[in-house]
């Protein structure tokens, strides 16, 4: 009976720490994701900018003190991008965010939901196409390790 009682604990431990984790309310749970969403397009976007510019002062000038500059903050950025939202609390479960907004969102939620998430997926085709080019230059991929 006590590993029964152990067992149900942890199992309503385990469901309240889930539910905590994300918020009740479709509609704030939607928001979220959405927020999340275009910050982390909108710094792809700046990265696949930087890229672009990289690659235009590498055929003027590689060691331009700009040019240098840029690529310190490339690396820097790459490491921003790339690590952001590994902590579970600030990223939000698209799985459960899609499933939940299928059901219970409105179609408006829904539609800017998908909208945001088109352009994340443009942004992180350009993302890698611009990425691949600035690694052909001969420049260090980050490497999260």
């Not at 909108?42 to 331009?64: E, K, M, S």
């Not at 903050?73 to 479960?93: M, Q, S, V, W």
């Not at 998908?114 to 691949?132: G, P, S």
Request: glycine share 4%; aromatic share 6%.
């Amino acid at each position: 009976m006590k590993k029964l009682v152990i067992i149900l604990c942890t199992v309503v431990a385990s469901a309240a720490a889930q539910q905590q984790q994300q918020p009740a309310n479709v509609h704030v749970l939607i928001a979220k994701a959405t927020t999340f969403i275009n910050q982390q397009t909108a710094r792809g976007n700046r990265l696949v900018a930087h890229y672009r510019t990289a690659q235009v002062w590498d055929g003027i000038d590689a060691d331009n003190e700009e040019a240098v500059a840029l690529r310190a903050k490339i690396a820097t950025e790459e490491e921003e991008f790339f690590t952001i939202g590994k902590d579970r609390k600030e990223r939000p479960d698209m799985r459960v965010v899609g499933t939940r907004a299928k059901k219970e969102g409105t179609a408006e939620e829904r539609e800017r939901l998908n909208r945001a998430m088109t352009e994340y997926l443009n942004m992180w085709t350009d993302l890698q196409t611009e990425n691949e080019k600035y690694r052909g230059l001969g420049y260090e991929a980050y490497s999260p390790n």
